[in-house]
């Protein structure tokens, strides 16, 4: 986190060093990320939530139903989605 002599050399131009590709940063991220999902699960038991269907009031049911939808969007995109738009290797020869 300091300046230290190492964090100062100079780049060349034709390498320009970007934020993520130092894995140090990745992790911080990460690690970021992680921390902020528990934060957000431990929160949820103490907010009063007004749920229109009784499936609303269940622990978790916010996380999981994100978490689903995203799975199904992954999948549907590759093996609905992505056979329609697919050339072949060879069309644009």
């Known amino acids: 986190m300091g300046n230290h002599a190492s964090d100062m050399k100079p780049q060349p131009d034709s390498e320009k060093s970007y934020l993520f590709d130092k894995p140090r940063n990745v ?3 990460l690690g970021g990320f992680y921390v902020s999902l528990v934060l957000l699960l431990l929160i949820e038991f103490f907010v009063h939530k007004h749920p229109y269907f009784e499936w609303e009031a269940w622990p978790e049911f916010y996380a999981v139903y994100g978490f689903v939808a995203c ?3 992954v ?3 590759k093996y609905i989605l992505r ?3 697919k050339r072949r ?3 644009y020869d």
């Open 27 to 29: 992790k911080r991220l």
């Open 71 to 73: 799975v199904v969007l």
């Open 75 to 77: 999948v549907a995109a």
């Open 83 to 85: 056979p329609l738009v």
């Open 89 to 91: 290797e060879d069309y």
